[in-house]
């Protein structure tokens, strides 16, 4: 893509639990809040690049 660098990657976490949308006062867009928006948050550094690392029951990584 144009202005990207070409080794440009994504980690993604995933955590299953509610989560709930606001708007956010500053840029008027959706914001996601919630104990398990966090948690995600929080387990994607566990990803290497170019993989997503869900979490279950909050005890076990699991391959993608």
Do not use: Q, S
């Not at 070409?6 to 104990?35: C, N, Q, S, W």
């Not at 398990?36 to 029951?57: D, M, Q, S, T």
Request: charged share 15%.
């Amino acid at each position: 893509m144009v202005g990207l660098p070409e080794d440009l990657g994504m980690r993604i976490g995933l955590h299953a639990g509610p989560g709930y949308v606001t708007k956010d006062p500053v840029t008027g867009g959706p914001a996601f809040m919630g104990a398990h928006v966090n948690h995600a948050a929080r387990i994607e550094p566990a990803a290497a690049k170019n993989e997503a690392a869900p979490w279950y029951n909050g005890c076990c990584k699991l391959a993608a």
